[in-house]
């Protein structure tokens, strides 16, 4: 298993924070590593995320859980389980009207160790997401 983290304290409300990270259209917009999102991000919906990293290629992901202003998650991969990988985006709320945000990719399955040797290192696209996120919920 390879597992990517990143945390950030936003000043902002969780429905504004939350109000960006399901409005898939102004990805681009506040967010570096995304050059575009097709698809609505619904519960049980799929989408497709282009990602600056790797811009020729779409990852097809399905949105399997909405929480509001809470927790969403996304899930990716091959079919049987052979690769997969889980996205968790969390909002916690903290005191003086901040947020903890969390964001964390976990790849596993059969081809997962050699399927993460070949993929670029995730550190600084996951680094950027969520310094933009961070900027444009507290530019509002």
Known sequence: MK???VTK????????????LVDAARYPEW???????EG??????????FAAISP???????VEQL????KMVWRGGMPLGLFKGIRQFILTPEAAGTVRFEMSET???????????????????????ASGLKGAAEAS
Do not use: C, H
Request: aromatic share 10%.
């Open 107 to 129: 790849f596993s399955g059969l081809m997962a160790p050699l399927i993460t040797r070949m993929m670029p290192d995730l550190t600084e696209s996951f680094e950027q997401f």
């Open 40 to 49: 609505s991000i619904t519960e049980g919906g799929m989408i497709k995320v």
């Open 31 to 37: 967010n570096p590593s995304v050059i575009g999102i």
């Open 56 to 62: 020729d290629r779409a990852f097809p992901v399905r």
């Open 67 to 70: 929480l509001p202003e809470q």
């Open 3 to 5: 597992t990517y983290t």
């Open 9 to 20: 304290t936003i000043r902002a409300d969780p429905a504004r924070i939350w109000a960006l």
